[in-house]
Structure formats: structure tokens, C-alpha cells
């Protein structure tokens, strides 16, 4: 791990969700969706967690925690981690064409990269990023019993060029967490808005879509939200997002 300005990067090329409504129907347009790449085997992180879970706070932004697990070989492994964010983290240096990975890392709305602990310039990057078609596409889901509805508007720029994949997050709110070895030894950290499964709804051509799927789908212990967004392209090759919500579900 190398240390620069703030930052752990990794030197090597390494490398998410729709809104629910706990009940009744909800209709959301975010200006922003911010995805903090994370470890708790990095020193950097703290400022930048804490970060996200004020972030969590303001209804106009969607706020997730990534963990990736490419920092578990320095002494800790990471309890919340999961391949699959490396490897998204991954997938979005890749179509940006650099190799920026690294911990604390934001993407915000699929496009643009920041130090995660820097909120000055996180916020630069919700304002800069909420261009064109850019969260622009209003998602609304529901829970009918033990399903789960979801709805996605069709788009109002050319719809029969827009191609992306529809996501659903389940998400636990708060984790706190007790750090036994590595760089963060002996610090209790709480990680928010942590992303705890993954699942694709379906593809959306830019057309007016719904979903109906079952909720044991997205519930397992901890898990207390929801998140669903439309992304264009696909999860390998991830970009800009175009519209999500969140939702409680406690």
C-alpha cells in the first residue's frame, strides 16, 4: 500500500442498486449517487466513512459504501468486504481509461472520481456530474406483501439510444466495527449505508419498464434499506447513472 495525499492506493489494476418503498409507493429523483470504495484495513478511510454517513443524512443524495477486499492480505481482513465492489472499482477505472484505485475513493453519479475524504470536492462532483441525461429518469418502487415492484420511467433524450441495467441494494443503515489488527487496530469505526447484496433487476432500453420481484430476495439479518438505480451500459463496463432511489424498510 502506498500513501499519497491522504489516500492508500493500490499499485496494481484492481477494481450497486434501486429505491424501495417500505410501504406505499415512492418516487424519487436524487441529484446524486455517491459510491465510497472503502477498507477497514485503511488508515485513510476513517475521515472518509465518516464522510458518508453525513452524506447518508441529506435525502437529495444517495450514499453507499463499497468495502473491497484487496487490503485483507496487510493483517485485517475486511468484514464487510466483497469481491464483487473491487471489482466494480475496478471496471469504473477501466472506462474512465486510467488506473486511479484506491481507498478512500468516491464515484460519484457513474462518472467522475474523487478522494473520498475530501468533501469539497465530492461536492464539486455532484454539481459538475448532474448534466444531460444524468439522473434525470424518476424510479419509484413498492412493497405489495412479500414483493417488491419497481417502475422506471422512460427516458425523455432519445430513448431508442439509451441502453442500461436496472440494480437493487440491500443496504444496512449502520455497522460498527471493531478493527483487531492492521492500520485501523483497536478503532471502533462505523461504516453507514453499507451495501450487504446485490441484485439486477433487469435491463432498460429507455423505454417505461416494471419489475415485480420477491422481497426474501433482498432481505437477510441487518439488512434495514434499499437502494435501486439505473445505470447506463452494463456491471462490467459501468456508466453514467440515470436515475435511483432509497427507501427504508424499517
Not at 484492481?14 to 472503502?38: H, K, M, N, Y
Not at 485503511?42 to 465518516?50: G, L, N, T
Not at 439522473?135 to 439510444?161: E, L
Request: include cysteine; aromatic fraction near 8%.
Amino acid at each position: 500500500m502506498k500513501s499519497f495525499g491522504g489516500i492508500s492506493q493500490w499499485t496494481g489494476a484492481l477494481g450497486v442498486c434501486a429505491a424501495i418503498a417500505a410501504s406505499g409507493s415512492a418516487l424519487a429523483q436524487p441529484r446524486a449517487v455517491v459510491e465510497l470504495f472503502t477498507s477497514q484495513g485503511c488508515s485513510s478511510c476513517p475521515p472518509a466513512d465518516k464522510i458518508i454517513g453525513d452524506l447518508a443524512k441529506d435525502p437529495s443524495v444517495i450514499a453507499l459504501s463499497m468495502p473491497i477486499d484487496y487490503w485483507d492480505y496487510l493483517g485485517w481482513k475486511d468484514t464487510l468486504a466483497d469481491s464483487r465492489f473491487s471489482a466494480r472499482q475496478k471496471a469504473y477505472s477501466q472506462m474512465r481509461g486510467d488506473r486511479d484505485v484506491y481507498t478512500p475513493q468516491v464515484v460519484v453519479n457513474g462518472a467522475t472520481q474523487v478522494i473520498g475524504s475530501d468533501v469539497d470536492r465530492i461536492q464539486g462532483a455532484i454539481s459538475e456530474t448532474k448534466k444531460g441525461t444524468v439522473m434525470t429518469v424518476p424510479v419509484s418502487m413498492s412493497i405489495s406483501g412479500k414483493h417488491v415492484n419497481v417502475s422506471v420511467a422512460a427516458s425523455t433524450n432519445a430513448p431508442d439510444t439509451a441502453h442500461g441495467e436496472v440494480w437493487i441494494c440491500s443496504v444496512s443503515k449502520a455497522v460498527p466495527i471493531t478493527v483487531g489488527r492492521g492500520e485501523n487496530r483497536g478503532k471502533q469505526l462505523t461504516y453507514y449505508n453499507v451495501v450487504r447484496n446485490w441484485l439486477k433487476v433487469g435491463d432498460w432500453t429507455g423505454n417505461a419498464a416494471n419489475w415485480t420481484l420477491p422481497l426474501e430476495n433482498i432481505s437477510r439479518d441487518g439488512v434495514d434499506a434499499a437502494v435501486v438505480y439505473v445505470q447506463d451500459g452494463t456491471r462490467d463496463k459501468p456508466g453514467a447513472m440515470r436515475g435511483a432511489a432509497y427507501t427504508s424498510l424499517q
